[in-house]
């Protein structure tokens, strides 16, 4: 079963993350998106860059290399969001983040822009297998600050590379073996921000994966995560 | 908005200007009959209450403020969801309309504003408010030339807002300070850092960190070396060069402590240009490798004094070998000024003003030609003709690396012994680095590589089973490669998969199995078989027919439909 779960938070007013997933047999599609500016609108243009993704992998999965696809889709999507916020003033600037997930034929396949996250669980524990395009992660990488400094800077939240703000945009593709992942969690910076490895590692493996997600986002909030919080929790192949 | 009454008293009359966080409003008081801006939060965050608070909290530690210098914060209020704030109303242009319409700022005109700046920084920080967003945008000065700081505590609270907001590009990072950047901790010192970059924009024309993305400028700010005003415009009075270089100190304790003391020494170079600015106590590199071309007016300057201070840089040269290339250059000067011998004494002896050395009647050297040199080459001339050389700047250049772009002094001119010659060198050809283009779609791709400065070269095209008709399959050079600006990019365009036809085989006769593996080596397969049923035993499983007729053109993949016997013995 996936744990699958989206909450508005402590204070937004507005729920501006999405997240979708479909299963077909052993193959399955797993997206999430956390949007940003525009006037409100950055929950159009996750939920945008969601649905028609998830749309497109379903529809193309089978007739090419999975990454090749999954890249298709997202410049496919970005395309989309940023001619709609040409289009629509009210729209205007808004932009998302994506990591979409297939798990096909004994691989995950990852694309990934902005800093949403994928994780894996495996026999050494939760790591975080997706890089943020981010602000303070250039610094880290710079040797600007170091990882203690990054997980206190106030502009955390400030990205690099988002959907829908250009007509290019940049993705990484990330290809695994499936083999010794247990279980493998999408989620949005209002989680990860908050809540560390160790953490999610303590929950996931003493519960199912709905009760992961609902108390992944439940541990979040009560440790003051002021954004949006969501988490996607699927099965891997075992250990 | 426009003609709306807020408060029952400011009547909107005309938008002015706008923020990622506000819109501003010229308006009407009809209480004291007088014009005022107004500044309106965007609806979006009127929504978060816990910003709205912080937001009027903030306006209302702000207008507790009145001083010349700033632009006064007269009331905070809201009605309908409206939040807004009204100020002082500024006929005026702001500072950056008026550095880029001057090119630069006269020294004289720099000074006049800083000590304005200053002096609103002051009293801010008097009051325990920092602004943490000085930049020549938020600085408007009035037709008479008076100076005034508008925003405080705008960035703060823009600050608490983009934690909770989910995310959110980078603006401008030009007047960041490394602090900042850094996330660390900021004070008052953060504002004089700040009011330092301006000072070197108003003085130099630009910004001294400066690249393709907010972010690289960040990181700039925290790890590179600045270029001191004076190396881009040699006549930046001393004083005023290192009053800038103290104000943007990487280490906030060797700034300028207050607002105050920066002001101390403003007038003080307000009076004489070259009044010499203390530097920082902590031992500090850049400093050592300045002092020895600092013509000091001061009459205890000894040759002694010098001559420690060469001895000191050259064995700082052996111990490091992280020189950034002026410093090297400033560096090779002050040896070869010890060789000279007599460059100390002439410093000492002088009480011009001007850092230039130059001994008056004695212009017997004529300047080489040295533009297209290669600078070791070039140094070697000067150097053998008694003068000096300096690279005061470097840029990317058609010319290839380390050749002289320019010079201050022309071929053929006469100048004395001793005369400084300073040159820009090439740095080459900028170079990028090549991005993956491959899925994209050609005329997305083409954006990109004109995006990052390069050319599309030859599109050709292929077809692929892999990627959608109509974007690139591939490209040369490959993603990755360091390629420079200018450079062409080949890519080769998708037309989708390639089609290849095959001749239908003669399948009648044979059997089911037999048809199949015929077809299949063909790159065929069978389609739908339909069973006739016979009473010749002989026939039993051949084939007698085909939907397609042997030798016809077919596409690879096809089914071929199949119709074969099978032997019934009630109609033997």
Known sequence: ?239 | MIGTLLGNRYELLEKIGEGGMAVVYKAKCHLLDRYVAVKILKEQYSSDSDFVEKFKNEATAAASLSHNNIVNIYDVGSENNINYIVMEYVNGKTLKKIITENTRLSYPKTINIAIQIASGLECAHKNNLIHRDIKPHNILVTEDGVAKVADFGIAKVANSMTITNSGQIIGSAHYFSPEQAKGGFVDCTTDIYSLGIVMYEMVTGKVPYDADSAVSVAIKHIQEAVVPPKQIIWDVPDGLNKLILKAIEKEPIKRYQSAKEMLVDLNRIKENANFEIKLSNVEDDYTKVMAPVVVSTKKDNTDEEMDDKNTDEEKGMKNSTKVILIALALVLMIVVGSFAGRLAAMIKNKNDTSSEVVVKNDKTIAVPELLGKPSAEAQKTVENLGLKFIVSDHGFNDQPLGTITDSNLKAGAMVSKGTQIRVSISDGKEVSTVRDLTSYPESTAVDAIKADGFAVGKRTTDYSEDILQGSVISQSPANGTPYEKGGKIDIVISQGPKIVTVLVPDLTGKTVDEATAILKDKGLKLGASVILETGNEKDDGKILKQNKAPQTQVNKGSAIDVTYYKFSKALS
């Open chain 1, 1 to 239: 079963m996936v744990g699958i779960l989206s909450d508005i938070g402590n204070v937004r007013s507005k729920n501006e993350d999405a997240a979708e997933f479909y299963e077909d047999g052993e193959m399955g599609i797993y997206i999430i998106a956390d949007g940003m500016g525009g006037y409100n609108s950055g929950e159009i243009a996750s939920t945008m860059a969601v649905k028609e993704v998830l749309s497109y992998l379903k529809s193309n999965i089978n007739s090419g290399k999975p990454e090749v696809i999954i890249k298709e889709a997202i410049i496919n999507s970005n395309l989309n969001i940023y001619k709609a916020s040409l289009a629509n003033t009210e729209q205007s600037g808004m932009g998302t983040t994506i990591t979409a997930c297939i798990k096909i034929n004994g691989e995950l396949v990852v694309g990934h822009v902005g800093d949403s996250s994928c994780l894996v669980l495996n026999s050494l524990g939760v790591s975080k297998l997706t890089k943020d395009h981010s602000l303070v992660q250039q610094l880290v990488d710079s040797g600007s600050i170091t990882e203690d400094e990054a997980l206190t800077h106030p502009k955390k939240n400030i990205i690099t590379r988002a959907l829908g703000t250009s007509d290019f945009v940049e993705i990484d593709l990330y290809k695994e073996s499936m083999v010794g992942i247990k279980k493998i969690i999408l989620c949005t910076d209002g989680l990860t921000n908050f809540v560390s490895n160790d953490e999610i590692y303590d929950i996931i493996i003493c519960n199912n994966n709905e009760e992961t997600s609902r108390k992944l986002i439940q541990l979040g909030k009560e440790k003051g995560s002021r954004d949006n919080l969501s988490v996607i929790v699927f099965e891997g192949e075992g250990i």
